[in-house]
């Protein structure tokens, strides 16, 4: 395999156990862990972030986020936010387990991006 | 809403259209894209990138990953690191929409994470 890229492959997503990817891939800008509780199934602790923005996106199932007390609902395709200091819990709802992804990259760090740090290069595919 | 949080509804995971999550979420840390190739569909160019790493993950359907000439089959669950100097574009298959995600975070931002960067805290869910 070239060292400019490297692959995992996790299976079908709405039943991965739980994987972090950064140690799998090496990656150096974030960690993405993939996570699955059970139905009725609760994280065990509330914890925070000390330097960490967090991106929770629900890829299948529904259930709950509790936030600092605020309790919101989650299904697929939910995507939220959460700045390092809040305190946050999941857990899933009675009926179906939850899959979400969890991106963790520090706050702050992200630069130039997409338009602004992507260049088109003159290579190409033959498609 | 409040400010520690922020919460987007992005519909079914197989079928979102494309979606930027950094600007409807103000993300500092990273940029999360929805991506989605309708059948035989390619990016029109190759690109590259001069800060960030990338790390592709496969929600649904099939394709192909061209990386600096390397053509790579991506399917359900294929998780693809790719550095930022390396040219790269995808294609799905002839056969079905190739719907992904795409992360993007400064190559080498990320210090401290999970049990390093996360502390958990004396609050109370009641779950």
Same mark, same amino acid.
């Given at each position: 395999?070239?060292?400019?890229?490297?692959?995992?492959?996790?299976? #079908? =997503?709405?039943?991965?156990?739980?994987?972090? %990817?950064?140690?799998?891939?090496?990656?150096?800008?974030?960690?993405?862990?993939?996570?699955? +509780?059970?139905?009725?199934?609760? &994280? #065990? !602790? =509330?914890?925070?972030?000390?330097?960490?923005?967090? &991106?929770?996106?629900?890829?299948?199932?529904?259930?709950? !986020?509790?936030?600092?007390?605020?309790?919101?609902? &989650?299904?697929?395709?939910?995507? =939220?936010?959460? +700045?390092?200091?809040?305190?946050?819990? +999941?857990?899933?709802?009675?009926?179906?387990?939850?899959?979400?992804?969890?991106?963790?990259?520090?706050?702050?760090? %992200?630069?130039?991006?997409? @338009?602004?740090?992507? =260049?088109?290069?003159?290579? @190409?595919?033959?498609?």
């Amino acid at each position: 395999m070239a060292q400019n890229w490297t692959k995992a492959d996790l299976g #079908p =997503v709405g039943s991965v156990p739980r994987t972090e %990817l950064k140690e799998k891939l090496n990656l150096s800008g974030c960690e993405v862990s993939v996570n699955r +509780l059970e139905p009725g199934q609760a &994280l #065990p !602790f =509330v914890h925070k972030h000390r330097l960490n923005e967090e &991106l929770y996106l629900v890829l299948a199932g529904q259930g709950e !986020f509790w936030l600092d007390g605020e309790v919101v609902p &989650l299904g697929e395709g939910d995507a =939220v936010k959460v +700045l390092p200091e809040t305190g946050r819990c +999941l857990r899933a709802g009675a009926e179906a387990a939850l899959t979400y992804l969890c991106i963790q990259a520090a706050a702050g760090s %992200l630069g130039p991006y997409t @338009r602004t740090d992507g =260049v088109i290069v003159d290579q @190409r595919t033959g498609w």
